[in-house]
């Protein structure tokens, strides 16, 4: 058995469009953004993750930077595999050795089939010979702590890089969901839009991230205490064509987010009228939980509490919960009837 293990490796995947995570021995051993960096004469990989992340929207015509998700599906097969190849090839040396791969890897409850074979074709690729598929907001309340095998309704809301899954869980099974496409990646289009509009200032998705980071805000008000500074932000002016630096408040760029917040609150809305009532009783009694990198943004829990009247708890270490359960799934997958393998497909 102890050879066994030696010749066999065990990971969990969370596949997101912003950032890939893989967990290894209930470690997170790769936590890199989603990205490839592929040379257009030869079609070989330069870099994949954050090195690829430092060359995006500065490369010459010989290197181009792909994020191969979008909206939290594979949109760009080729560069998934060579993402998803170069991640694996990272934990260690030891993997060439290894005979048996096994892999889950966590997808958005909103995924079509197409889509999901889409997912086992790139682990087939990278030579996985056992792959479960988990769906994100069950991924995410494992992670959390929650028993998702009790008959006990929770609501998941985890807002992720390219789509916010919104679940309600119970009995090992996902009772209503809403998967929209307006999550972290959205908020990032909005404050570039904002910022052309507004201030006539051309700036790139990092310098977006940056902003949403620093000054990002779901509230147009916030205490004297949690307010943070205005931020200095370089771009190109479209008037004259000349790099300039302004200051952009959190007021402003709460704004900005508005509209597409406001779509993630309607889609909790339409999950809770789709709510069975006992499992409404219980979601009345232990609130909301947030998870994602979306989580983070200032004033989010408080702005759902005060749309839903609920109390909204934000997990510990939201950007890492859905990897979390994804491994907890790894180590059980005999126990888990919601996991989807391969002959299921």
């Known amino acids: 058995m102890k050879l066994f293990n030696f010749f066999s490796q065990e990971i969990a995947i969370d596949l997101g469009t912003a950032n890939t995570l893989i967990i290894e021995d209930g470690k997170v051993v790769v936590d890199e953004p989603s990205i490839v960096a ?9 870099a994949v993750g954050l ?7 500065k490369t010459h015509e010989n290197i181009k930077t792909i994020r191969p998700l979008r909206d939290g599906v594979i949109a760009d097969f080729q560069a998934a595999e060579s993402m998803i190849e ?62 998702v095998e009790e008959p006990v309704g929770n609501m998941i809301i985890d807002i992720g890089g390219g789509t916010t ?65 205005d931020y200095a932000v370089n771009g190109r002016d479209l008037m004259t064509g000349i790099p300039k630096q302004i200051k952009v408040s959190y007021g402003e760029i709460s704004h900005a987010l508005d509209k597409s917040i406001s779509k993630v609150e309607d889609a909790i809305l339409r999950a809770l009228e789709n709510t069975p009532p006992e499992l409404a009783s219980d979601i009345y009694r232990n609130g909301l939980y947030l998870t994602g ?32 359960g994804t491994g907890i799934a790894l180590k059980n997958t005999e126990r888990f009837s919601f996991l989807i393998d391969r002959r299921s497909v």
């Open 38 to 46: 592929i040379d257009r004469r030869t079609g070989e990989v330069i």
């Open 51 to 57: 090195k690829a992340m430092q060359m995006h929207e």
């Open 86 to 147: 170069g991640m694996i090839n990272q934990i260690g040396q030891r993997r060439k050795f290894f005979s048996h791969l096994k892999m889950v890897i966590c997808i958005p409850s909103g995924i079509t089939e197409v889509e999901k074979r889409a997912v086992f074709d790139s682990a087939d690729h990278v030579d996985s010979k056992e792959t479960y598929l988990i769906h994100e907001p069950m991924a995410a309340a494992l992670g959390i702590g929650l028993d």
């Open 165 to 229: 899954e919104i679940a309600v869980i119970a009995l090992s099974g996902i009772v209503t969901d809403q998967s929209i496409r307006t999550a972290g990646d959205e908020f990032t289009d909005d404050i570039m839009g904002y910022m052309k509009r507004q201030h006539n200032i051309l700036i790139g998705e990092r310098t977006a991230e940056q902003i949403k980071i620093h000054v990002g805000s779901a509230l147009h008000e916030l205490p004297e205490n949690e307010a943070p500074e």
């Open 293 to 324: 990198g979306g989580a983070l943004l200032r004033g989010l829990d408080r702005r759902i509490a005060q749309k839903t009247k609920l109390p909204v708890s934000v997990a510990e270490d939201p950007l890492r919960a859905v990897v979390r």
